[in-house]
């Protein structure tokens, strides 16, 4: 009878897992609301004679920051001071030169930058090595395992409803697929805009966890995140009951007129939800995940940022407020943690965009 027992519960515990049931947290952290106390360690607003336009940031381990400005199409290098160190990848069809730059990962001592059809390495220093054919069709890298070896997934491009994550291997041609899902009910997609709009439109947002060599993904249009290994075997889900934050018609056509004032703003509106996504990033930081949660055309003021154990307790709520009046320039890749320090890019009343970094405090596990 025992033996019965302990069986019906792991089969119970078996079926929870896979039917995505998981932890539930109520809207309502566990250790209440903490506080980051940002203070200002450094801000730049050019690289060299050039102003920011429209960048986007990654920070490696030791605080080398790469911005890649989508106006100016080209990407600078700031050490860990803020001091500018290197343009490079100015847009062109030339070795290291870029077509159209998607993203920038740091690997061990390079740098590797996502062309539309290559992949370019650099050495930290900006310096350029190599480039790489890498056709990867609807989906795009997410983060590097080493320079050769890569996760990649589909974003936001879905085909029939369906995304996927998978394994790359650069040197053996080798594609291995890691999971299969589907972003839409019954893998139909929904009528919206052709293009990608972060903080509405439905996108798979991932964060890799290095020192266990796991991934935690999960689909913005619901509060979600599952944790698989690198074998695509699913080992936890864990979600949060969180009613959707409404977005007026006027905010998203205000929104819209920003990211193209000769646009049909109207008509595309139109078309678009009237809730936010619930988050358009997460990263894993010294044993705690934080999940950084969808904006668009509001909330530019503040950042809400949900912490979580790793096993998907809900532990903290924060909030970051820019200093002196600023706002978050939002972007995709516009705001990153970094041992003990937040890397944020912000725009003030005048359109000055610039790169600041915060020291914070943060949680201990």
Same mark, same amino acid.
């Given at each position: =009878?025992?033996?019965?027992?302990?069986?019906?519960?792991?089969?119970?515990?078996?079926?929870?897992?896979?039917?995505?049931?998981?932890?539930?947290?109520?809207?309502?952290?566990?250790?209440?609301? %903490?506080?980051?106390?940002?203070?200002?360690? %450094?801000?730049?607003?050019?690289?060299?004679?050039?102003?920011?336009?429209?960048?986007?940031?990654?920070?490696?381990?030791?605080?080398?920051?790469?911005?890649?400005? %989508?106006?100016?199409?080209?990407?600078?290098?700031?050490?860990?001071?803020?001091?500018?160190?290197?343009?490079?990848?100015?847009?062109?069809?030339?070795?290291?030169? =870029?077509?159209?730059?998607?993203?920038?990962?740091?690997?061990?001592?390079?740098?590797?930058?996502?062309?539309?059809?290559?992949?370019?390495?650099?050495?930290k220093d900006g310096e350029y090595l190599k480039s790489?054919?890498? =056709?990867?069709?609807?989906?795009?890298?997410?983060?590097?395992?080493?320079?050769?070896?890569?996760?990649?997934?589909?974003?936001?491009?879905?085909?029939?409803?369906?995304?996927?994550?998978?394994?790359?291997?650069?040197?053996?041609?080798?594609? =291995?697929?890691?999971?299969?899902?589907?972003?839409?009910?019954?893998?139909?997609?929904?009528?919206?805009?052709?293009?990608?709009?972060?903080?509405?439109?439905?996108?798979?947002?991932?964060?890799?966890?290095?020192?266990?060599?796991?991934?935690?993904?999960?689909?913005?249009?619901?509060?979600?995140?599952?944790?698989?290994?690198?074998?695509?075997?699913?080992?936890?889900?864990?979600?949060?009951?969180?009613?959707?934050?409404?977005?007026?018609?006027?905010?998203?056509?205000? !929104?819209?007129?920003?990211?193209?004032?000769?646009?049909?703003?109207?008509?595309?509106?139109?078309?678009?939800?009237?809730?936010?996504?619930?988050?358009?990033?997460? !990263?894993?930081?010294?044993?705690?995940?934080?999940?950084?949660?969808?904006?668009?055309?509001?909330?530019?003021?503040? !950042?809400?940022?949900?912490?979580?154990?790793?096993?998907?307790?809900?532990?903290?709520?924060?909030?970051?407020?820019?200093?002196?009046?600023?706002?978050?320039?939002?972007?995709?890749?516009?705001? !990153?943690?970094?041992?003990?320090?937040?890397?944020?890019?912000?725009?003030?009343?005048?359109?000055?965009?610039?790169?600041?970094?915060?020291?914070?405090?943060?949680?201990?596990?």
């Open positions: =009878m025992k033996k019965l027992l302990i069986i019906f519960v792991l089969l119970l515990l078996f079926v929870s897992l896979v039917s995505g049931a998981g932890k539930v947290n109520p809207d309502k952290p566990l250790k209440g609301e %903490w506080d980051l106390k940002p203070v200002n360690v %450094w801000t730049v607003t050019e690289a060299g004679e050039e102003t920011f336009s429209r960048p986007e940031i990654v920070v490696a381990g030791d605080g080398t920051l790469c911005a890649w400005d %989508w106006k100016n199409r080209a990407s600078y290098l700031f050490d860990d001071t803020g001091k500018f160190k290197k343009v490079f990848g100015k847009r062109g069809e030339g070795p290291g030169e =870029m077509r159209w730059h998607l993203n920038t990962f740091f690997t061990g001592d390079k740098m590797v930058t996502v062309d539309m059809d290559r992949l370019h390495y650099f050495t790489e054919v890498s =056709m990867l069709g609807l989906s795009e890298p997410l983060f590097f395992l080493d320079e050769n070896v890569f996760v990649s997934g589909t974003v936001s491009r879905f085909m029939d409803g369906k995304g996927e994550v998978a394994r790359v291997n650069l040197k053996t041609g080798e594609k =291995m697929l890691v999971r299969e899902f589907e972003v839409f009910k019954k893998g139909k997609r929904r009528s919206g805009p052709d293009f990608t709009l972060v903080g509405l439109s439905p996108m798979v947002v991932t964060a890799y966890d290095a020192a266990n060599r796991k991934i935690y993904y999960g689909i913005s249009s619901s509060y979600v995140i599952h944790l698989i290994d690198m074998d695509g075997n699913l080992l936890d889900t864990f979600s949060m009951e969180r009613e959707k934050e409404k977005i007026s018609m006027e905010e998203k056509i205000k !929104q819209l007129k920003i990211i193209d004032p000769s646009g049909p703003a109207k008509e595309i509106a139109k078309r678009l939800p009237d809730e936010l996504a619930y988050f358009h990033r997460m !990263q894993v930081e010294n044993g705690l995940i934080y999940v950084f949660a969808g904006n668009f055309g509001i909330h530019w003021e503040s !950042q809400r940022i949900d912490i979580f154990s790793t096993d998907g307790k809900y532990l903290y709520r924060t909030v970051f407020k820019p200093l002196d009046g600023d706002h978050i320039y939002f972007a995709t890749h516009s705001i !990153q943690i970094q041992n003990n320090h937040l890397y944020v890019i912000l725009e003030d009343d005048d359109g000055e965009v610039k790169i600041t970094k915060y020291r914070i405090s943060v949680p201990k596990v």
